[in-house]
């Protein structure tokens, strides 16, 4: 479930992964069942946030690989 009033805009990758450590921890810490289900959304939306980018950052680096010509092992391999 997404929650419209999360800005993830607002965070660096670093502030959500704290976010995320904090959320887990407040999750362990309270009793009431009803709060633990409101924080296990919003952690998911926050895990969920930071793959999201995390991706896209592989796909960057994997593109710009491919335009700089460095694609694994093939300026290594030199057959004669």
Request: charged share 25%; proline share 2%; glycine share 2%.
């Amino acid at each position: 479930m997404f929650n419209p009033l999360i800005d993830f805009t607002q965070y660096t990758d670093p502030q959500i992964e704290e976010q995320i450590m904090n959320l887990q921890r407040k999750y362990f810490q309270t009793r009431n069942v009803d709060l633990q289900q409101q924080i296990a959304v919003s952690l998911e939306n926050f895990k969920s946030e930071l793959q999201n980018r995390q991706a896209i950052a592989r796909q960057k680096q994997r593109e710009q690989m491919e335009e700089n010509g460095d694609s694994d092992l093939d300026s290594l391999i030199n057959i004669n």
